[in-house]
């Protein structure tokens, strides 16, 4: 089967700022995650979760998040590689690139030797589900695939309809450009779900939790709100 390859890197994660890094860990793990790596148990300044399926990294800072960030051995080829496919990016350093996706989506790329990459098992959230794709809210999703597919991503899924979306994947990350700009950006999980996950997710209290359900009382969708700001829609998998 012929995997697509983008052209920002080998591997990624979603870059999160938090004001405090404890307070984003205990509501992430809530959702399935757990923490690969970290500087201190009582003061950290980072720390790295997965779920199985994608990495996540608090930091103690302040940038535009959530940011997609990428990792590459050569940095310099990647800006080249950018600028041949006509994606604008700006380097920071020798070691750093930045550039805005559709629907203003941050991107970073920083150098990071692929034998020492750290790249997701693939299973699935215990908790949470499966994982759709990071979704972003555009004005146009054919200016966004356009764009996305100068940057080596390749269309998965497409759907028309009055909010058209189009899933897109460059073998790394997976995006999901919606057709509807009010809708920011999230991470987008699709579980069974049932009361019990429900009562878990809403007893936690640094998640602000938003339930939708059915004419029969079914939970359909669950929109959870992070403690930095992160924003996870759970839909119902029939």
């Known amino acids: 089967m012929f995997v697509p390859m983008g052209i920002f890197g080998h591997s990624s994660r979603l870059a999160l700022a938090t004001s405090d890094v404890i307070a984003s860990v205990s509501a992430w793990s809530i959702l399935g995650f757990t923490v690969l790596a970290t500087d201190s148990d009582t003061d950290p300044t980072f720390a790295r979760l997965t779920d199985g399926q994608i990495i996540v990294?608090?930091?103690r800072d302040s940038f535009p998040s959530p940011m997609l960030a990428y990792f590459s051995a050569a940095v310099a080829r990647v800006a080249q590689r950018a600028h041949d496919k006509g994606v604008l990016v700006t380097r920071v350093s020798d070691t750093e690139l930045r550039a805005v996706g559709p629907g203003g989506l941050p991107i970073v790329v920083h150098y990071a030797d692929s034998a020492t990459a750290i790249r997701p098992t693939r299973e699935q959230n215990p908790v949470i589900g499966y994982h759709n794709a990071l979704v972003v809210g555009v004005d146009?999703?054919?200016?966004a695939?356009?764009?996305a597919e100068r940057a080596g991503?390749?269309?998965e899924v497409q759907t028309g309809?009055?909010?058209?979306?189009i899933d897109m994947t460059d073998g790394i990350s997976k995006v999901a450009?919606?057709?509807a700009p009010q809708a920011g950006i999230a991470?987008?999980?699709s579980t069974d779900i049932d009361e019990e996950l429900v009562q878990d997710i809403t007893a936690e209290p640094g998640i602000r939790v938003t339930?939708?359900?059915d004419s029969a009382g079914q939970a359909t969708l669950i929109h959870c709100v992070m403690p930095e700001g992160t924003r996870i829609t759970i839909a119902h998998d029939d």
């Open 153 to 155: 991503f390749l269309v």
């Open 161 to 165: 309809g009055s909010i058209p979306q």
């Open 211 to 213: 339930v939708s359900r």
């Open 57 to 59: 990294t608090l930091m």
């Open 177 to 179: 450009f919606l057709g």
């Open 145 to 147: 695939r356009i764009w």
């Open 140 to 143: 146009d999703v054919e200016e």
């Open 187 to 189: 991470l987008s999980y």
